[in-house]
């Protein structure tokens, strides 16, 4: 079974257009995050969610907003989106707190804006 | 914001030798790990060392700690061609314990 989950793994759109990721976890984890990796392969944190909190919200534009119905899911909703949003979109799982704080990913999805 | 910068950005050795990366972070961490990245994947964890350790093994993987210089080094031994990837290091800093990561080292070992 696969511990993280996103789709899809390629989403090529229009600018303007909205779109959402999905993310589940299997784990039970209690933590979920997204991040965004660019062209540079730099891994910039999002969002993390605790307990259907949000934790810390970088400063990534209100375009993107976490949704998350239940701890084993977030979803990235994205509106109106720019020819720079382009870059793989990771969702990570772990638990918060403790001592082991090993995260687990899914395999990314890909968006491209034209 | 970035917190761990590995480096070089780059490496390419043969099969056989080792590899050596490092990772400088800006803050007191509570733990520091490394991820592996194979092209097109996303990342898998390597390993953890904690603040209070300053080294730590895993099969061909070493990795050490100086928290005096906020610094850490991956070493892999004796490198395959399937060690081809890219490697992170990820600090965890203050209360929240959000993992944050540097842009990577490039690793291509060759056959």
């Known amino acids: 079974d696969t511990a993280v989950s996103q789709t899809p793994k390629y989403l090529v759109t229009q600018m303007g257009n909205d779109k959402s990721i999905k993310c589940e976890q299997n784990?039970?984890?209690?933590?979920m995050y997204w991040y965004k990796q660019d062209s540079k392969k730099f891994l910039k944190i999002m969002f993390s969610y605790n307990n259907k909190e949000l934790i810390i919200n970088e400063t990534v534009p209100n375009r993107f907003s976490p949704k998350s119905p239940d701890k084993a899911h977030l979803n990235l909703h994205i509106n109106s989106l720019e020819l720079g949003d382009s870059a793989v979109y990771f969702c990570?799982?772990?638990?918060?707190?403790?001592?082991?704080?090993?995260?687990?990913f899914g395999q990314g999805t890909r968006l491209t804006v034209v | 914001s970035q917190q761990g910068e590995e480096d070089p950005q780059a490496l390419s050795i043969q099969e056989g030798e080792n590899a050596t990366m490092n990772c400088s972070y800006k803050?007191?961490?509570?733990?520091l790990q490394w991820y592996r990245q194979n092209s097109g994947r996303g990342l898998v964890h390597l390993i953890l060392i904690r603040s209070n350790e300053r080294e730590k093994h895993s099969g061909r993987l070493r990795v050490t700690l100086d928290t005096s210089k906020k610094s850490s080094s991956l070493l892999i031994t004796a490198s395959r061609a399937a060690d081809t990837a890219s490697y992170f290091c990820?600090?965890?800093?203050?209360?929240?314990?959000?993992?944050?990561f540097g842009a990577g080292t490039r690793l291509t070992v060759k056959p």
């Open positions: 990820a600090t965890d800093a203050g209360n929240n314990n959000d993992m944050r």
């Open positions: 990570a799982s772990s638990h918060r707190g403790g001592l082991n704080t090993e995260a687990f």
């Open positions: 803050t007191s961490i509570n733990n």
């Open positions: 784990l039970g984890h209690d933590t």
